[in-house]
């Protein structure tokens, strides 16, 4: 489970996508809550997250959405930038 970004107290990570299921996803993990997101939208997929630190997941997932997709198909990860 490669860790792409850590910002603001979130970890953002990924699994290997053969271990993984559709549709592409995201993990993100902050003090007691973890939740996947959609990489198309950036909503959470299932569980809760705290309402400030689910928006900032989704910019990230917005800014880097391209890179987030390539990553998933190609298996090729690599840290992204953390929001500022």
Do not use: C
């Not at 993990?29 to 569980?47: C, K, N, W």
Request: proline residues 8%; charged residues 25%.
């Amino acid at each position: 489970m490669p860790t792409i970004s850590y910002f603001y107290g979130i970890t953002i990570f990924m699994y290997l996508k053969n271990k993984e299921h559709n549709p592409p996803h995201i993990h993100a993990v902050t003090q007691d809550f973890y939740a996947p997101f959609l990489i198309s939208t950036g909503e959470i997929m299932d569980g809760e997250f705290p309402l400030k630190a689910k928006a900032l997941v989704k910019e990230f997932i917005l800014k880097y959405q391209k890179e987030l997709e390539e990553m998933w198909e190609n298996e090729k990860y690599s840290k992204l930038p953390p929001l500022k």
